[in-house]
């Protein structure tokens, strides 16, 4: 559930910084500078759009290598296993999903899961073992439809268009701002010194604009809630959420700031919330009810 959307983001910004040092070398900025800023836009959209969609088509590789996620056999004859496959396929074919997506166990003690892929027919499904080790299978149920309900709602897709539009002001902003700092500046450094302020402004602006990305993701957590519910019961769905909030002890937030953000916790503060991409368990609990 967590993992989704950090998976994204993070690939999505080291595409994009690769793009910016890239087109240092080749002197794109420079020349898309040199034709205005209608010029300058140009090369942001496409580049912005670029950078989002490549993190979308690498989504599923990126996941499975940074989890260690192994791909469960259709076929298995593992009990359990064959369970969570027939499980998340069962809900796939309710949500009319052609293509049944991927099933993967990852080794984690963290109660987590998350869906990923470019399209609704090229999907994973992917589980952690402290997941399936502390929920009962009414509750994997619940969390299963959930996943399934957001490659049935096309969020990956939704998501990379609003992280490609924000991508595109960020490139933009970035580059103006350090063309007006550097404007002033002689010699053969003014480059170097500009490729450097385009960076460091991407990734401030970067943080401020998943500000906005965060935003959809947790109204899409609601429209997934939903779908889980459809597919497996409100029930089901309820019993999973409550076992995440039960799971979630209080954080020292000195120690876990980012964990805190993601989940959560009552005593997160307010601003941090605004990076949360999943709202309150108590709120999401209150909309199914």
């Not at 140009?42 to 260690?68: H, Y």
């Not at 004859?77 to 396929?89: E, Y």
């Not at 309820?238 to 009552?266: F, M, R, T």
Request: charged residues 15%.
């Amino acid at each position: 559930m967590f993992k989704r959307i950090g998976l994204f983001l993070a690939t999505n910004i080291l595409i994009i910084l690769t793009v910016s040092v890239i087109s240092y070398v080749f002197g794109l900025d420079r020349y898309m500078g040199q034709g205005g800023l209608q010029n300058l836009f140009v090369f942001c959209v496409v580049w912005g759009f670029a950078g989002a969609f490549i993190s979308l088509a690498l989504s599923r590789i990126i996941a499975k290598w940074s989890t260690g996620a192994k791909v469960i056999d259709p076929h298995t004859t593992q009990p359990d296993l064959k369970w969570l496959v027939n499980c998340v396929h069962d809900h796939a074919r309710l949500a009319g999903i052609k293509t049944m997506p991927e099933v993967a166990v990852y080794n984690s003690p963290e109660m987590n899961a998350f869906a990923t892929g470019p399209t609704r027919n090229r999907a994973l499904v992917a589980v952690s073992t402290g997941l399936l080790d502390r929920m009962d299978r009414d509750e994997i149920d619940g969390v299963l439809a959930h996943e399934i309900g957001h490659v049935s709602n096309g969020d990956m897709v939704t998501m990379t268009l609003i992280q490609a539009v924000v991508n595109v002001f960020v490139m933009f902003f970035a580059r103006v701002v350090a063309g007006f700092i550097t404007s002033n500046m002689k010699g053969s450094g003014r480059a170097m010194v500009h490729l450097v302020l385009v960076i460091a402004l991407q990734i401030l602006f970067g943080i401020l604009g998943s500000i906005i990305v965060a935003y959809f993701s947790r109204q899409r957590e609601f429209r997934a809630d939903a779908a889980g519910a459809q597919l497996a019961g409100k029930e089901k769905m309820i019993a999973a959420l409550e076992s995440l909030k039960h799971s979630i002890a209080p954080l020292d937030l000195a120690n876990e700031k980012g964990l805190a953000a993601l989940k959560i916790s009552g005593r997160t503060p307010k601003f941090l919330k605004l990076f949360a991409t999943h709202p309150p368990l108590d709120e999401r609990i209150a909309a199914l009810q």
